[in-house]
């Protein structure tokens, strides 16, 4: 079993940054690829961000890239989402998830939530106006 916990949300005003971390906790994590999501209120949950255990391969959200980065440091088993030049529109709970596949090692995993094994609890940004 392994168990996420998200950190780093909060209230911000448009155009600032945050940095959100999801440190992992368990019996195994070696070689997980992970991923982030995000739900708006009244919305569906989406795909943000994804990057392979390898840290080599990363996508992202076409809504998102160019603003977000998704980064990781295995040895303190923590995934990062810089999120820069924030809008309102970025208001979300957000949440990391892990997938144990064996191909997440080397590949990011894919933005289907169905890939995902394990989440976190989320982490609440509301960026104001």
């Known amino acids: 079993q392994v168990q996420l916990v998200e950190s780093g949300g909060g209230l911000v005003q448009t155009g600032d940054s945050l940095r959100l971390s999801c440190a992992a906790s368990g019996r195994t994590f070696s070689m997980y690829g992970m991923g982030w999501f995000r739900r708006a209120p009244g919305k569906e949950r989406e795909f943000v961000a994804a990057?392979?255990?390898?840290?080599?391969?990363?996508h992202y959200a076409d809504s998102v890239k160019g603003r977000f980065n998704i980064s990781r440091d295995n040895a303190k088993i923590t995934v990062y989402l810089q999120i820069n030049s924030l809008k309102p529109e970025d208001t979300a709970v957000y949440y990391c998830a892990a997938d144990s596949s064996y191909g997440s090692a080397w590949h990011a995993p894919p933005s289907s939530s169905s890939a995902y094994d394990f989440w976190g609890q989320g982490t609440q940004v509301t960026v104001s106006s």
């Open positions: 990057i392979s255990w390898s840290g080599g391969s990363t």
